[in-house]
């Protein structure tokens, strides 16, 4: 056994299997594609669910990669075990239908025990306990003695619905000082001294939807060896923390922290957590996932949280957490490039995130203050779990910071109430993902040579390769008229949706039927299909059709897809080189682009954004298309969708000397051809995130024609030309201004009026004068000054009502400080008159105001004021 590196151990695992016939692919995102019963990738063979089941081809039937996984599902035990992680890098070798067990067995002992050099006599194996095909393999060709090969029931892999099948792992006995001294201590035991290291998944089987299992026609190979635990091995650490792969982070959080590693376990859970989650944190905002209460953008946003919450328990009460991406970056940034382009991104959603967070706690800590002055006034020791949960749930604040708070406050949290209240969030949940609607069906053609299906957006022509029932992923040979359908053809002229651009819409004529096209979208495999509904006859497998695609619909999203890129080209030389793509919509009718940015646009940005992009469109430029290697766009500085794959060859769209971007989409020829292009809107769609709406084209002339309308229609009122409108309102504005002074300097004069001879009713109450009055006033402005005069001329208590001119009650009570020392409230004065007037108010012990429904009860309530005062004088 030889010392190696996280990197090495990476590039030497998928070095050996592209030796041995496999393409190296790269990660995937985080992001799962085309798979909605995922939120985040977590296992390395997630990406690759419809190889699996045979619904389409591979790229290669022999592939290996390094796969990202983010799973939280044990988040809680992350820091306080020796292997659990949020973020972890799963090394992978997958067969599609070609080689099996024979070959995969001992190729992972000879990458094991060769390799790596790990000690084979250290190497204990477990298999199910039917499968005799993997015993024979070990046992009699690699030559495992019977005693270090377990059969476990246990031995059988799945992850929801999909691919599955028995499994062998590869565990290595870390020595009887790891373990609990039991004397039949073995793999199955979960003491910590035997550690799996690599999981050979046969995938033979489908799991369906329904819990039953349905063999594969071909057979697969899915491994899974965990990075960090083989580095664990060869570094002779006694966690995965300490490696060459994760420690750094948590000497920069000791750096911190002021705090030193080992120095207590609780603060060495901390560091770990810290240092786990800088990890999830840099590659799920790298992929493109943003801070939500949503989804993969809640799972973000959690993660972030635990990240502040455990720096604060060592100490740490400021932002910390963009220094530990810097960290991240410099440890994996040459063999993830993303995380290094997009560095400043990520930290400016971090910080964005962090800074909001730490004063959540601030206001949660002042929430829950507030909480336990109540149980202390009550004599209670626990704090009900339905207010802890709503703390976390609405609130952002942390279930364990609040258990921690209760404790040194000697009380104790609900944990049932809170589980109670969990569940009740969790099932919501899970009925939202029982919902199937919406699903994408992922049809099968594993049959079809995709390379041979051609998109020609100037064909009218083709032949239909496979029809489809809308909801059923295999192929039937027709589809009647009244159902929806599905179809593949073999040249099509329908242009995909994708990148936020909807999918092409038209009609299919075949000898025999009629369909229509509502929409056109791409299979994971880059097959186009039309979907829709058969309206005449019936469309059958081999088929000679016609189609029409709706072309002026198409025109219209053309002219948005290229302002779009504009846009975007626009927005970076405003706002700066930190925008990036964040999501669109391009349709017929508008485009939205939402775009990561810290602040709102300003008009005046916006203007010269909306200048640049039309200045662009009236010099009439030729746009340009063209076929090259990823890695020479790239060199010439073309733009990426931000989370996007991109294959070796890609579309390079660029308006010269502006824009140029990675795109499969439709566009205008000529920029001239979008015509116009105008901002409607401009707002916030989450932190960091803002969108911008727009219209061209004929949809500009819609919008202009409509504000041309709306100023028709004010100047009509204003009774003057549309020219006009603004010096118009401009002097309008100026009356009623003047107006308005004019009303207030009478009510003015009216309420000291009114206050003299109400003050004529002032009463004596044990000592203090008194007044209660219900006086005609225009609002409760009006209500204020006259209370004000009234207060001073009484230097005592005042109460008045008035019935307004829009038919609301108001009920002010004012006191002078004399009063309020004799234990006049004005408060609890307003609620009482108020309650009995239909309404509600309160506020301080000098002043308060208050509101009523019923006007007929307002004397009768003003004369229970009295009784009120009196009450209340000591």
């Given at each position: 056994?030889k ?16 030796e ?14 085309d798979?909605?019963?995922l939120?985040?990738?977590?296992a390395g063979?997630?990406?690759?669910k ?19 996984c ?6 809680e035990?992350?820091?306080?075990t020796?292997?659990?992680?949020t ?7 997958f ?11 001992p ?10 050099e790990l000690?084979?006599?250290?190497l204990?194996?477990?298999?199910h306990?039917?499968?005799d ?9 690699v ?8 059969r ?6 799945e ?8 499994c ?6 870390l020595?009887p ?5 039991k004397?039949d ?41 965990g ?16 490696t ?6 948590i ?6 922290s ?40 809640y ?20 932002e ?18 993303e995380?290094r382009?997009?560095q400043?991104?990520?930290k ?54 609040t ?6 406050h ?10 109670d ?24 053609d ?27 992923a ?18 099509t002229?329908?242009?995909?949706e ?5 999918g ?11 369909m ?6 791409k ?7 039309m ?11 081999g ?16 002219r ?17 080189d930190?925008?990036n793509?964040a ?6 009718d508008?485009?939205?682009f939402?775009?990561s940015?810290?602040s ?8 010269k954004v ?8 009236l010099a ?11 890695e ?19 579309r ?12 499969g989409g439709?566009?205008?020829?000529n920029?001239a051809q ?10 916030s ?6 969108r911008?709406?727009?219209v061209t084209?004929f ?12 100023i ?18 401009d ?14 300097a009478?009510e ?28 005609s ?12 005069q009234?207060?001073d001329?009484?230097?005592g ?10 038919g609301?009650i ?7 400080k ?12 307003v ?5 009995l007037c ?16 019923d006007?007929?009860k307002v004397?009768?309530?003003?004369q229970?004021a ?6 209340q004088?000591?």
């Open positions: 056994m010392y190696m590196s996280g990197n090495e151990i990476r590039e030497r695992f998928l070095k050996f299997f592209e041995r016939g496999h393409l190296r692919l790269p990660s995937a995102s985080l992001i799962p594609q798979d909605p019963t939120l985040l990738i977590g063979m997630a990406p690759f419809p190889f699996f089941t045979g619904k389409m081809k591979p790229p290669s039937p022999r592939v290996t990669t390094c796969q990202k983010v799973r939280t599902g044990d988040i035990n992350v820091g306080r020796a292997r659990h992680h973020y972890f890098e799963m090394l992978g070798d067969s599609f239908g070609d080689y099996f067990k024979k070959e995969i067995i190729w992972s002992w000879e990458f094991l025990t060769k390799e790596l000690p084979g006599d250290k204990y194996i477990t298999i306990t039917s499968d095909e993997a015993y024979q393999i070990w046992h009699d060709v030559g495992i003695p019977d005693e270090r090969i377990i476990l029931e246990d031995n059988f892999w992850i929801g619905s999909g691919p599955c099948g028995p062998s792992e590869i565990h290595i006995d020595g000082e790891r373990g609990c001294g004397p201590c073995g793999p199955d035991c979960d003491c910590g001294r035997f550690l799996e290291l690599w999981n050979l998944v046969f995938t033979q089987f489908n799991q369906n939807e329904d819990g039953t299992y349905t063999p594969l026609e071909h057979k697969n190979i899915d491994t899974g060896a990075l960090e635990r083989i580095a664990s091995v060869l570094q002779g650490k006694p966690s995965n923390f300490e060459d792969l994760i420690f750094p982070i000497e920069y959080a000791c750096k911190e002021g705090v030193a590693y080992n120095a207590s376990p609780k603060t060495d859970v901390s560091l770990k957590v810290i240092a786990d989650h800088a990890r999830s944190l840099t590659f799920m905002i790298g992929d493109g996932i943003l801070p939500s209460n949503l989804g993969r953008g799972i973000l946003r959690r993660v972030l949280r635990r990240a502040v919450r455990h720096g604060r328990l060592l100490g740490i009460d400021r910390f957490l963009g220094g530990a991406v810097d960290v991240v970056v410099s440890m994996y940034g040459d063999h993830y490039p995380i382009e997009k400043d991104y990520i400016k959603v971090i910080h964005m995130e962090e800074s909001s967070f730490l004063k959540t706690l601030k206001s949660g800590c002042d929430m829950l203050d507030a909480e336990i002055a109540k149980l202390q006034a009550e004599g209670k020791t626990e704090l009900d779990g339905a207010v802890a949960f709503r703390f976390s749930d609405t609130f952002g604040f942390p279930k364990e910071l258990a921690e708070i209760l404790d040194e000697g009380m104790t949290l609900d944990e049932q109430g809170f589980a209240a969990l569940e009740v969030q969790r099932k919501m949940a899970r009925d939202a993902r029982d919902d199937k609607t919406g699903r994408p069906v992922i049809y099968n594993r049959d079809l040579n995709a390379a041979e299906l051609k998109v020609d957006e100037c064909a009218h022509c083709g032949k239909v390769m496979k029809v489809y029932p809308a909801a059923d295999q192929p039937v040979d027709a589809v009647s008229d009244g159902n929806d359908a599905a179809v593949i053809l073999d040249v002229g329908f242009h995909a994708g990148g936020g651009q909807l092409d819409i038209g009609v299919i004529k075949a000898p025999a039927g009629l229509r096209v509502t929409k056109t979208k299979l994971p495999d880059g097959v186009t299909y979907a829709g509904t058969v309206e005449e006859g019936t469309i059958a497998t088929d000679a059709v016609t189609f029409e695609v709706d072309m002026a619909r198409k025109s219209d999203i053309a948005n897809h290229t302002a779009t890129h504009l846009l975007q080209a626009a927005l970076r030389q405003v706002l700066g930190h925008v793509q999501g669109s919509y391009v349709g017929p508008r485009l939205h939402d775009f940015h810290f709102a646009v300003t008009p005046e940005e916006l203007a909306e200048k640049m992009v039309n200045e662009q469109i009439a430029k030729t746009v340009t298309f063209e076929e090259v290697p990823i020479e766009a790239k060199k010439r500085g073309a733009m990426a969708l931000f989370g996007e794959k991109y294959g070796a060859v890609v390079v769209v660029t308006v010269p000397e502006f824009s140029m971007e990675l795109c439709v566009h205008v020829s920029t979008i015509g116009l292009f105008k901002i409607v809107s401009e707002s769609t989450g932190a960091g995130v803002r911008i709406e727009a084209g949809g500009a002339l819609e919008y202009v024609e409509g504000l041309e309308k709306t028709g229609n004010v100047a009509g009122k204003l009774h003057c030309r549309t020219t006009d409108v603004e010096e118009r309102l002097v309008l504005v100026a009356e009623a201004k003047e107006a308005g002074q004019k009303v207030k009478l003015a004069k009216m309420a000291a009026a009114a206050a003299s001879d109400a003050a004529d009713q002032v009463k004596d109450v044990k000592g203090v004068n008194a007044l209660v009055q219900k006086v006033v225009s609002d409760v402005n009006a209500l204020r000054t006259m209370g004000d009234l207060r001329k009484t230097c208590v005042v109460v008045l009502a008035s019935v307004f001119e829009n609301k108001g009920i002010l009570a004012m006191a002078h004399d009063a309020v020392a004799k234990g006049i409230h004005c408060g609890k004065i609620k009482e008159v108020a309650t239909g309404g509600g108010g309160g506020g301080r012990p000098d002043m308060a105001q208050a509101g009523g429904k006007a007929e004397d009768e309530a003003l229970a009295w009784g009120v005062i009196e009450g004088i000591k």
